[in-house]
């Protein structure tokens, strides 16, 4: 058994998660993780390709590397496929991505696609779609001195006073090859390749401490590196896009929800658009940039 600890959570596994903080195995456990049978034969009609939401359950498969059930954020069942040489290895990159993203909404978290990095006593998150550099932005400036908060999720929740706290994730950061080359820096040391992605740690000033969410840059790709503003619908609509549980909710009160956790989001932060080129050459000029626009916006 392996104990671990992220997003403010104590998690027992029988899987070994490579990458992640570990704790002693007296702790209370929010979350626990087995390894078992997960039947999903009842559901092969179904239109999605590859989940199906029953009540309080997920169901999530992969052909050729196995099937997950998330139960009531509480506890994830795992079941590799029995083809996979390695089989428990080819879905760690799973468990440590969508799993986790379904299993933190159903424990009423806002689940956004983005990673993050710590400013000052705030958190400064990038938000966009696979492939546009949300990871390359943060360890960009994380090799600046910027800890990393958070890395592809992120999650948020709403303190007493309402305000937004990102939960710290892993301690790592996941990277395409020609971004982990580019980086060029001996403060990225890899610790597996999963998937075509390099893991690499990012333990340099990480804290489990939750931190307040001050500015979130929405990514999108364009001609040159600018950032310029959203109006507020504009945010709603952006912000649920990035929603990664959008497709698990099922009713008006989940829809609901998350409409008013996104709207409470854009009334306590800063949010802007930030285009970019995809140039590695362009990067140095990217983070001067994000520098430059908060440090004036405090």
């Not at 092969?44 to 009531?72: E, H, M, R, T």
């Not at 933190?104 to 689940?111: N, T």
């Not at 950032?227 to 896009?241: A, G, H, T």
């Not at 050459?281 to 004036?296: A, H, M, R, T, Y």
Request: charged share 20%; net charge negative.
């Amino acid at each position: 058994m392996f104990y671990y600890s992220a997003f403010g959570l104590n998690i027992s596994s029988e899987v070994e998660l490579p990458g992640m903080i570990e704790i002693d195995s007296e702790n209370k456990f929010h979350v626990q993780i087995s390894l078992n049978k997960v039947n999903i034969l009842p559901f092969k009609d179904i239109d999605s390709p590859n989940y199906f939401v029953d009540g309080k359950n997920v169901y999530l498969w992969w052909d050729g590397i196995g099937k997950v059930k998330i139960s009531d954020g509480t506890q994830i069942i795992v079941d590799p496929s029995s083809n996979l040489n390695s089989n428990e290895t080819s879905i760690i990159p799973f468990l440590l991505g969508p799993v986790m993203s379904i299993l933190l909404h159903q424990r009423g978290l806002l689940v956004l696609h983005g990673s993050s990095i710590k400013v000052n006593n705030g958190a400064i998150a990038f938000l966009g779609y696979r492939g546009l550099g949300k990871s390359t932005t943060a360890i960009n400036l994380y090799k600046k001195g910027y800890p990393l908060i958070t890395d592809d999720i992120l999650a948020v929740e709403f303190n007493k006073e309402g305000l937004p706290v990102v939960y710290p994730g892993y301690p790592h950061a996941r990277l395409s090859d020609d971004s982990y080359m580019h980086i060029n820096t001996d403060i990225l040391t890899p610790i597996r390749t999963y998937a075509g992605k390099v893991f690499c740690d990012a333990s340099r000033g990480f804290s489990t401490e939750p931190v307040e969410l001050e500015r979130i840059y929405i990514l999108e790709e364009g001609e040159q590196t600018r950032i310029s503003n959203f109006k507020s619908q504009e945010s709603v609509i952006n912000l649920i896009r990035h929603s990664t549980a959008n497709r698990v909710m099922q009713d008006n009160e989940d829809h609901a929800k998350n409409l008013i956790q996104c709207a409470n989001l854009i009334k306590n932060t800063t949010i802007s658009r930030l285009e970019i080129s995809h140039s590695f050459k362009n990067l140095p000029d990217l983070v001067n940039l994000i520098e430059d626009d908060f440090s004036v916006g405090g």
